[in-house]
């Protein structure tokens, strides 16, 4: 059997949730806009929100992947709230070159919102390509591979509940490699 590298257990996930719900209450007034990337991000705004302690509005962006080399992105689906002098916090599972978060925080900004800033569950900078400024970051890793709590390899694994440093090498022979490793513990 394949095992992954378990970065964030299950508890250590929750600290680490508990600790930037804190951060992001202590931060912001009453009534903050959260505006997380489809799909990976779904798992960690769920809860991140519920462990905040101050009223917060969801929303979600559908952004089309990037062609390597290109660092284009587009919105497949906006968001639907209104921005204009909103408290916004855009909530990413990863930053990883950056182009993702650079977009949303040039086009939200255009959208004159009171303040604008990126919470991310992951910070790896290794591959990064823009610089981003990040707000409030849960873990930063080394240049790995990631899956599970919302991350995938070819839609799997997203809902797996520890996040996992995995062989691409291995994806890559076997997708599902890590399936009895993440599923059947
Ligand atoms: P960016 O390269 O910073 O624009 O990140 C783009 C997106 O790629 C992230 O929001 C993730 O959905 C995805 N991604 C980047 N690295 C990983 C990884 O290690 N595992 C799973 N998805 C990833």
Redesign the pocket.
């Known amino acids: 059997m394949e095992h992954p590298d378990v970065l964030l257990d299950e508890v250590e996930l929750r600290a680490v949730v508990d600790r930037l719900a804190a951060e992001l209450s202590a931060e912001y007034d009453d009534g903050v806009v959260m505006v997380a990337?489809l799909r990976?991000?779904v798992p960690f705004l769920a809860d991140l929100v519920r462990a905040m302690t101050i009223r917060a509005t969801v929303d979600f962006v559908s952004l089309s992947?990037?062609t390597p080399g290109t660092g284009r992105?587009r919105f497949v689906m906006d968001a639907s709230t209104n921005l204009e002098g909103r408290q916004v916090v855009i909530v990413?599972?990863?930053?990883?070159?950056?182009?993702?978060?650079a977009f949303l925080l040039g086009e939200f900004a255009r959208r004159s919102p009171a303040t604008l800033s990126l919470c991310t569950l992951?910070d790896?900078p290794a591959?990064?390509v823009v610089p981003?400024e990040i707000g409030h970051t849960g873990l930063q890793i080394e240049d790995?591979?990631?899956?599970g709590y919302g991350?995938?390899?070819e839609g799997r694994y997203r809902n797996a509940k520890c996040v996992a440093a995995a062989d691409l090498d291995v994806l890559s022979a076997d997708p599902d490699a890590y399936v009895e490793a993440l599923y059947c513990a």
Do not use: A, M, N, Q
Request: net charge neutral; glycine share 8%.
């Open positions: 990337v990976g991000s992947p990037y992105v990413e599972d990863i930053v990883d070159t950056g182009l993702t978060s992951i790896r591959r990064r981003v790995r591979f990631v899956i991350l995938d390899f």
